[in-house]
């Protein structure tokens, strides 16, 4: 996996734990049953409810490492810094006017938001209320501007 720290507010954190913790219990004895029961149907080289089974448990085995691997390298970050520095970081909710007049309203985070390795969170990390901006998106980039900066 990757080697690089991944920076988390403690929030974040809980809900990788909390993912953690339901795939290594309930779903994964979900799933262990699953080919228990799709075992007793027989021959297993055409029986497809194991097959699906098993393909399941793999994709669920990948994210637990997945998750595993994210929380080993997790960094908090320490909120009231960041809430007092009046600029962008993990765990900012950011208000942004594009070039093109629409207004957004983002999270960074790598947890359900827009992640600060995207190319928005590469762009927006570290700007204050008012600075402008350019994103190197992948359809070409466009200019905004941080209308302001909030911590959920």
Do not use: C
């Not at 991944?6 to 699953?34: C, F, M």
């Not at 080919?35 to 399941?56: C, P, Q, T």
């Not at 448990?57 to 520095?85: K, Y």
């Not at 900012?92 to 999270?107: C, H, K, Q, T, Y």
């Amino acid at each position: 996996m990757s080697e690089r720290a991944e920076h988390l507010t403690a929030s974040q954190k809980a809900a990788l734990e909390a993912e953690l913790a339901d795939l290594e219990g309930p779903k994964r004895s979900e799933v262990v049953e699953a080919i228990r029961v799709a075992r007793g149907f027989g021959d297993l080289s055409e029986n497809f409810e194991y097959h699906a089974a098993k393909d399941e448990q793999g994709l669920l085995e990948r994210r637990i490492t997945i998750l595993r691997d994210r929380l080993q390298r997790a960094v908090l970050i320490d909120e009231q810094a960041a809430a007092s520095s009046g600029v962008v970081s993990v765990g900012s909710r950011v208000a942004i006017d594009r070039d093109g007049g629409e207004s957004l309203e983002v999270e960074i985070s790598s947890v359900g938001g827009v992640s600060p390795e995207s190319p928005l969170g590469k762009a927006l990390i570290g700007k204050g209320v008012g600075e402008e901006f350019v994103v190197y998106a992948p359809q070409g980039p466009w200019n905004g501007r941080v209308i302001s900066i909030n911590r959920p």
